[in-house]
């Protein structure tokens, strides 16, 4: 048999004793530690110098942590961040733009980024909301004007418009989202309107593709000065019928405007044929097989464009016709 | 409580606690992730790192001063580290005795017999020494007296610690012509002579690389607590398969690592000789049962004359010895002890080849004419002569770095250059991103150095010098779509975060249907003829009819005719008349003044194999003798 080892003397058992307290201050000292941190020094949650994100800088969000202070753009610097869009931005309008980005709490990998427009009127903002609408539902509560896509969100609101981005199609990114936009529509001063633009709401409804009123801020269908344009698709059969109208200063300018579009279809091969009685000062043009009709109208100015017959142009123009008819020019 | 008991209480506290402080390396603010853990800890603790970078690099970065403490203690109780608070140390422990417990102890004893190997360790010591202080003369001849007066000692410790005896004058007269040589080099070719090799081998280094690159993405895969994605480091099996080479090795050989390889405890060795507590005999004789020698983990000899260089405290013959016999206290043993069994020449021509191993690897060129473009730092890392001189190969920054960019760089990039941090920017969730400086804060030797966000982004006071630029990227026009395959891409415009933006577009239309004839005009469409058109096919908003000088937007297609958007000055071609289809393409340039080299635009690029842009360390601020750009000059 093996000899057996001696029991441990006192001195060792101390010793022992000894090690376990300073395993225990170590383990102390590691606790304290931990707990003083700045984590400005991994470069998250503090601001560059700088920063300015308006009203995302005091936004809270459940469930969400900010990643940064945030930025904000000017018309002048808002195509550093948005480059080939600013253009759209900036014909309808645009102020300033803030960002921010919002991480879910604990995982910043997860993060969204929230980019808040700020237009100089409601028109403004539902012109870059419409422009850019992409398929997607409402999210309930939210107003007309908002939609989501399978990992973003967008809405106007008065002047406001939002666009919160998340990194990916994730379920608890798009709670984060949805979590944002409501935030934002609760601390954004009303200071306007909310509604759509009243023009929208002339469109003949029947036939009328839900979502499809867009305005369009410059340069509309190509024509230079062509602004401020309000667009309606009505499809049957293809391409998609278009009714457009606008609001002008007056009859006179709505009726320049009338003539002025009918000659530029025409420098652009389009053919002048005889308009239909109907509608009063109407100009009718065909472009490789389509028509487009165009009218003035007390102080608007108003079309169609894209059927392939004449009789479906003229079907829709008489509807918008009589829209327009019934509101006060 | 046995004092075998305390110790390994003691190693499975601090392995755990190394182990955790890989875990927790995440950026955040949680519980397990990093908020303050001292991660740095077990590499500050260790005094080779703390050592090498003084001399090399020629300052002591604040947390490395924890090792000048475990010298001290070493000093007082042996290699305490080693065998209490090493975790590299504790898991060799472990796996060795699994190995080895249920051997017959007479067999246990043979392999925990001293062995001549065991003076591997000190020339790998010398070695590494060697290479970390071939700088230090031309630090001399810049007035930097201190780190000069490091590496005397450096070399001081080596010389104390070899025999003396025979052959005295000629060895005296090998190392002044060695030191006279060394002198004469490093005057002659001042700076960027050093090299910290010993990262390689220093064990808590290697430790933290085989854990943070290896061990923890394999065992995050199921878990994802570490990273939200599985993360995937170059190299990684090697780095793994060496790792796991010397664990193994302890089934051969219990604590194989730290008896013949490692440099940290052969430092601990020299001092260790001169601690003032020892393991030792009581009385020159005992029962002569050999169960010591069957426990021994330093391979010392307890039963008979001691080494006490190689104790590393694993105390089980004093736990153990059924006479105890065995002591440790301020006394050396009764029964003799035995200085390190080192053998002059062998420690000096580790040395020698040491302080040759720098200018040797230099000849390659890496810091001079040879650069490789490819090796794209941290931000905020310093010149790569002085990065080679303090990088650790810790792995703490690849391990931290939310998006994995930051990987080790393989052994294509030379032996100096090994396992330190590259970014490989196809690898990762992302390039380096422009808000997060989280690895220039890990780094626990300041081979990045800690800097702010203020400094990266060159806002506030960094304003005037602009951002720190990690590289430039390059427009591969070979593989570039709308460069090279007239297909439209602007992937890596729209990515590119810098504001300005870095890459600008050039708008390109490019015939690629030729020999079409206009035929007539109707429903928005115009019939073509000469050649079939795949339906679809031109409807995606970049292809244009040209007729003459004048272009129309293509809405869509059939395979005969095409529906149009006319733009202004447009006229429906006659019928007959040749038309063609064109593609409108957005060419990306870079712009070198801007370019960040952040690699978001090649992470992104969808030419996903060898992108189409790609970065290169070309105009990194860090280097600016590889600037890209004379000052002021340009059009912007
Ligand atoms: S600064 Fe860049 S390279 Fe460093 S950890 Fe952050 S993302 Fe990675
Ligand atoms: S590497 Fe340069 S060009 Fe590419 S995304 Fe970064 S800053 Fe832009």
């Known amino acids: ?329 | 409580m046995k004092i075998t008991t305390a110790r390994r209480i003691s190693q499975a506290f601090f392995l755990a606690l190394f182990l955790w402080f890989c875990v927790v390396a995440t950026v955040g603010e949680r519980l397990w992730q990093l908020r303050g853990w001292p991660v740095n800890w077990f590499l500050e603790l260790d005094p080779l790192t703390g050592l090498t970078t003084l001399i090399a690099g020629g300052s002591l970065y604040s947390g490395l001063l924890w090792g000048a403490a475990t010298l001290a203690l070493t000093l007082l109780l042996g290699r305490f580290f080693c065998g209490w608070v090493c975790p590299f140390g504790a898991m060799h422990h472990f796996i060795g005795w699994l190995g080895n417990h249920s051997k017959d102890p007479k067999e246990r004893a043979r392999r925990n017999a001293p062995h001549p190997a065991q003076q591997i360790k000190y020339f790998l010591l010398a070695f590494f020494l060697g290479a970390a202080a071939s700088d230090l003369a031309a630090r001399l001849l810049l007035g930097q007296g201190a780190a000069f007066a490091a590496g005397a000692i450096a070399i001081a410790l080596v010389l104390a610690a070899t025999r003396k005896g025979q052959g005295r004058d000629f060895y005296f007269i090998a190392v002044g012509v060695l030191l006279a040589l060394w002198a004469v080099w490093s005057m002659a070719a001042p700076r960027g002579g050093a090299s910290l090799l010993a990262g390689l081998l220093d064990p808590i280094p290697l430790a933290s690389r085989s854990v943070n690159l290896a061990l923890l993405p394999l065992a995050d895969m199921p878990l994802r607590i570490a990273w939200p994605e599985p993360r995937f480091y170059q190299g990684a099996a090697m780095i793994g398969a060496i790792f796991l080479a010397f664990l193994l090795l302890n089934l051969w050989r219990p604590r194989f690592f730290c008896r013949y390889v490692c440099p940290t405890g052969a430092l601990f060795g020299l001092l260790a000789r001169f601690s003032l507590y020892k393991v030792g005999k009581r009385e020159a004789r005992c029962g002569g049962c050999m169960d010591c020698e069957a426990l021994c983990e330093g391979a010392c000899r307890p039963a008979g004359r001691l080494r006490p260089q190689e104790c590393v405290l694993c105390l089980n013959c004093l736990s153990e010895c059924p006479e105890s016999a065995i002591t440790y206290r301020p006394k050396p043993s009764a029964a003799g002890e035995v200085a390190p069994d080192l053998s002059r020449r062998r420690v000096l021509a580790g040395l020698g080849v040491g302080l040759a191993a720098p200018p040797l690897l230099g000849l390659g060129g890496l810091l001079g004419p040879n650069w490789d473009p490819r090796l794209i730092r941290p931000p905020g890392s310093l010149p790569e002569g002085e990065f080679l001189r303090r990088c650790l190969r810790c792995g703490q920054c690849m391990r931290v770095c939310p998006t994995g960019v930051l990987q080790p760089a393989g052994p294509s990039f030379g032996l100096e250059a090994l396992w330190t941090p590259v970014l490989n920017n196809t690898i990762g969730t992302s390039g380096c991103q422009p808000r997060c400086v989280a690895c220039s804060h890990i780094c626990p030797s300041a081979a990045i150095r800690p800097i702010s966000l203020a400094e990266k982004l060159g806002q506030g006071e960094y304003a005037a010098q602009g951002p720190i630029r990690l590289g430039t990227a390059f427009v591969d026009r070979g593989r570039c779509l709308p460069w090279a395959m007239d297909r439209p891409c602007i992937v890596c415009q729209e990515n590119c975060p810098v504001s300005p933006k870095a890459i600008f577009t050039r708008v390109a239309y490019q015939t690629v249907i030729s020999g079409l004839s206009a035929g007539e005009a109707g429903g928005g469409e115009l019939a073509v003829s000469g050649r079939a058109l795949r339906p679809g096919a031109l409807a995606t908003g970049d292809y244009y009819l040209v007729a003459g000088e004048v272009r129309a937007r293509i809405r869509a297609n059939t395979n005969a005719a095409l529906s149009l958007e006319p733009g202004p000055g447009w006229h429906t071609p006659t019928p007959g008349s040749p038309v063609a289809v064109q593609v409108r393409l957005q060419r990306p340039y870079v712009d070198p003044a801007r370019c960040i080299g952040c690699g978001i635009c090649q992470h992104e690029c969808p030419v996903s194999g060898k992108r189409a842009i790609r970065v290169s360390a070309e105009n990194a601020t860090r280097e600016p003798r590889h600037s890209l750009l004379l000052k002021g000059a340009g059009p912007h």
């Open chain 1, 1 to 329: 048999m093996a000899p057996r080892a001696a029991a441990p003397s006192r001195a060792q058992r101390l010793t022992g004793l000894a090690v376990l307290i300073a395993l225990a201050l170590v383990a102390l000292g590691v606790l304290y530690t931990q707990g003083r941190y700045d984590p400005a020094s991994w470069g998250w949650g503090s601001a560059a110098p700088g920063g300015d994100a308006g009203p995302l800088a005091a936004l809270a969000v459940p469930g969400l942590e900010p990643r940064e202070a945030g930025a904000s753009f000017d018309p002048a610097t808002l195509s550093d961040k948005i480059d080939g869009k600013a253009e759209l931005y900036l014909a309808a309008g645009f102020q300033r733009l803030y960002t921010r980005r919002y991480a879910l709490k604990g995982n910043p990998a997860a993060w969204l980024e929230l980019m808040l427009y700020r237009m100089k009127d409601p028109r403004a903002a539902f012109s870059v909301f419409s422009n850019q609408r992409r398929p997607g539902p409402t999210p309930p509560g939210l107003g007309p004007n908002a939609y989501a896509t399978s990992n973003a969100l967008y809405l106007a609101d008065g002047p406001w418009y939002l666009e919160a981005v998340a990194s990916a199609p994730d379920a608890g990114l798009i709670k984060g989202l949805d979590a944002a936009a409501r935030a934002i529509v609760a601390a954004l001063p009303k200071d306007q309107a909310a509604a759509v633009p009243g023009e929208a709401a002339l469109f003949p409804p029947q036939g009328l593709k839900p979502g499809s009123v867009v305005l369009l801020a410059k340069d509309a269908f190509g024509m230079a000065g062509l602004n401020q344009i309000f667009i309606a698709s009505y499809p049957q059969g293809a391409p998609e019928r278009i009714a457009w109208l606008a609001r002008r200063a007056g009859p006179e300018a709505a009726e320049q405007e009338a003539a002025a579009y009918a000659r530029f279809l025409e420098t652009n091969g389009g053919r002048m044929a005889p308009a239909p009685r109907a509608i009063r000062g109407a100009r009718l043009t065909e472009l490789l097989g389509v028509w487009e009709l165009v009218w003035p109208q007390g102080s608007y100015v108003a079309g169609v464009r894209g059927a392939e017959s004449q009789e479906a142009t003229l079907e829709l123009a008489m509807r918008l016709h009589k829209r327009l008819s019934e509101v006060k020019p």
